[in-house]
């Protein structure tokens, strides 16, 4: 079985598209914080955090394609939750 024979078999819910789209940006700002913080020269790349959280609009086109739009709708809510902490983040900088 493909992992498009996966994905298309995942149930249409709102509470797994929140867990698909805070999950995976969290896995990749985890490694993102980790190599800012190990590299000097990546200390001022917020960038980089933007573009983890910016990965959640490729899940969501992909799910909206599948047409899961109650994933695709979760996965929204994971990356204003997601902008909301870096937002938080900026500001305390």
């Given at each position: ?5 996966r994905l298309a078999q ?84």
């Amino acid at each position: 079985m493909t992992l498009g024979n996966r994905l298309a078999q995942i149930k249409d819910s709102v509470f797994t598209g929140l867990g698909i789209g805070l999950l995976i940006p969290g896995v990749l700002l985890a490694i993102v914080w980790y190599l800012m913080h190990k590299f000097a020269f990546l200390a001022k790349a917020d960038l980089l955090l933007i573009g983890c959280i910016a990965v959640n609009a490729g899940l969501m086109h992909y799910f909206f394609k599948l047409n899961k739009d109650n994933i695709g709708r979760g996965i929204i809510s994971a990356t204003f939750l997601w902008a909301f902490a870096f937002f938080f983040y900026k500001i305390t900088q």
